[in-house]
């Protein structure tokens, strides 16, 4: 019988993966999606290599790049590393570093908020401003002292007060002029509030144990938003962010909860079990990223050295990484900060340890010269029965004829694990397509017997990869 008139059937593999329990009880289900980005193409789920990073600007300074920030009145990028600021002037990379009076924390992420003339940074001290000339430390004695985050409403500029349930505010249209009465309170459930933002002219305010809107009711100004305190506190302040113009956070549960209109609701995740046995989670840090007009969360975990993404698009849950060469095994993706420069259609990436910035793209099929590890594993699929099957075919449909001056003929890789058995098989090894090969299916023929089989299907050459389903001719033989 020829390949073609064969009855293919599909298996799951382009789906939400789950690994909320051990792989052996997934059979309709993907069991994990590492470095790919679900994407959708006439209503179907494809997987695309995730966008790849190239060095742009080392600082020098050997740490973590704190914050990002670009500032479009301004046309420039705002960079922090090590306590010490700079103005990137132009998609050259041009900068400029800013002295003055500044008490910027050293490794601690930095919160950005402006009226448009002046910037105001935050990372758990006193605040601290520029107009891209200088650097001054907030002066008012009556602004508060111990400020992780920062807001702008209606010409207000707003700072949580550390260790309080209490957000201040300065006078209007003066960022600089601070009475220590000025502030509002969350006052649903004694509670310290703990990040803050600001989206459609409203502030939200999370606690370690509750959620509150307030709004500028134009009297005092800031008042509490009737009904919008909820029982969804926060364990990781920085996780905080809006996504495609949702609020996302993960609980003071470890759950992570999405927020539409104000409604918070508990987002399923198929990371749920993990999530509940990290050793620690309160360190974590969310940001957004828009690529290709995708909007993706990073959840990145310092101490468990992972990174969670969500496709707000897609729904699909997956994982970024950053492949150890040395050890084989992943890390957690290298980015911690995020901006897109729009001026030079440029998406920004800071370093979580060496001062560097990447320019982010999928048109870059390497992390600044490191193998992207693209990999999607299945579950064990039975194909509704336990008895005794013959796999004649799998077939991968992919695009192909990607080959690029760097790598002429990219490969894909296929593994199995049979019957759960303690060992996957040896890789086997085929070509994604020289240039101008375009016929759209990668083919693997004699595969062997089994009752539940595993698949796992890795690329890592310096190409694009893309995946659009798995089928398999499979032929029953009974118990």
């Not at 009145?73 to 900068?95: F, H, M, P, Q």
């Not at 602004?143 to 920062?150: D, E, L, Y």
């Not at 013959?390 to 894909?412: E, F, T, V």
Request: net charge negative; aromatic share 10%; charged share 20%.
């Amino acid at each position: 019988m020829g390949i073609e008139s064969r009855d293919l059937k599909d298996f799951p593999l382009i789906e939400q993966p789950f690994e909320n329990v051990d792989d052996v009880q997934v059979d309709q289900w993907a069991s994990t999606i590492m470095d790919f980005l679900p994407v959708v193409v006439e209503g179907k789920i494809q997987l695309v290599k995730r966008p790849g990073l190239t060095e742009w600007i080392n600082l020098g300074t050997g740490l973590p790049i704190d914050g990002l920030y670009w500032w479009d009145r301004k046309n420039c990028a705002v960079v922090v590393s090590g306590g010490r600021v700079w103005k990137i002037l132009d998609s050259g990379g041009t900068r400029v570093e800013l002295t003055g009076s500044s008490e910027l924390r050293s490794s601690a992420l930095v919160k950005f908020a402006t009226d448009g003339n002046r910037l105001v940074m935050a990372n758990g001290g006193r605040m601290v401003h520029t107009e891209l000339s200088s650097l001054t430390t907030m002066a008012d004695a009556q602004a508060p002292t111990n400020v992780t985050h920062v807001a702008e409403i209606d010409g207000y500029l707003l700072a949580n007060v550390g260790g309080t349930g209490q957000i201040q505010f300065s006078s209007f249209d003066d960022f600089l002029d601070w009475n220590a009465l000025d502030f509002v309170s969350a006052e649903s459930k004694p509670d310290d509030v703990v990040a803050i933002g600001e989206a459609y002219r409203e502030l939200i305010a999370v606690g370690r144990e509750t959620v509150e809107f307030f709004q500028n009711d134009g009297v005092s100004p800031f008042s509490r938003i009737t009904g919008s305190s909820q029982p969804f506190g926060i364990e990781a302040p920085y996780s905080l962010t809006n996504v495609g113009g949702i609020w996302m956070w993960l609980s003071d549960k470890r759950e992570l909860v999405m927020m539409q209109g104000r409604a918070v609701t508990p987002v399923s995740s198929p990371f749920d079990k993990i999530l509940q046995d990290f050793v620690s989670v309160n360190d974590a840090v969310g940001y957004t990223t828009m690529i290709n007009g995708h909007a993706i969360y990073l959840l990145n975990f310092p101490t468990a050295g992972q990174t969670l993404a969500f496709n707000y698009k897609t729904k699909v849950w997956h994982k970024w990484g950053y492949w150890d060469t040395e050890r084989a095994r992943y890390g957690r993706f290298r980015g911690q900060t995020y901006t897109f420069a729009r001026a030079w259609n440029a998406h920004l990436v800071g370093d979580y340890s060496n001062g560097i910035i990447y320019k982010a793209s999928r048109s870059t099929f390497t992390d600044n010269g490191n193998p992207i590890r693209s990999l999607v594993r299945t579950g064990h699929i039975s194909h509704g029965t336990m008895g005794s099957k013959r796999s004649n075919l799998i077939r991968l449909k992919a695009k192909r004829g990607l080959a690029n001056d760097a790598c002429p003929d990219p490969q894909i890789s296929m593994r199995r694990r049979v019957n759960n058995g303690g060992k996957w098989t040896n890789e086997r090894w085929k070509s994604l397509g020289k240039t101008g090969d375009h016929v759209n299916h990668v083919d693997w023929q004699r595969n062997g017997m089994y009752q539940t089989q595993q698949l796992e299907f890795v690329h890592s050459d310096p190409t694009d990869c893309i995946l659009m389903s798995g089928q398999e001719d499979v032929e029953y033989l009974g118990q």
